[in-house]
């Protein structure tokens, strides 16, 4: 298997996991109701916590995208290889 195959297969398994952990952290955050008598320091934590989770999906994005890009790096090198001529 190609060397980029590789790593963009573990671009895509650490993304996964990524996912599934901001998930994890997004489904213990408390939900705020409208006329919440919290204190300012607890609604700051769930603002933090809020912004933890915007960055992990980002980051997952990016590496989606990574390894998107290595694939298709693979593909125009395979192809171009392919099609020149042997002899």
């Not at 933890?52 to 998107?68: D, E, S």
Request: hydrophobic content about 50%.
């Amino acid at each position: 298997m190609n060397r980029l195959v590789r790593i963009a297969l573990t671009l895509f398994v650490s993304a996964t996991i990524m996912v599934f952990l901001v998930n994890r952290r997004l489904q213990a955050i408390p939900k705020i109701e409208p006329g919440d008598s919290r204190s300012s320091t607890e609604l700051d934590q769930i603002h933090s916590e809020v912004l933890m989770i915007n960055v992990g999906m980002g980051l997952a994005a990016i590496m989606i995208a990574g390894g998107l890009a290595l694939i298709i790096t693979v593909i125009v090198r395979t192809r171009k290889s392919s099609a020149a001529p042997h002899g």
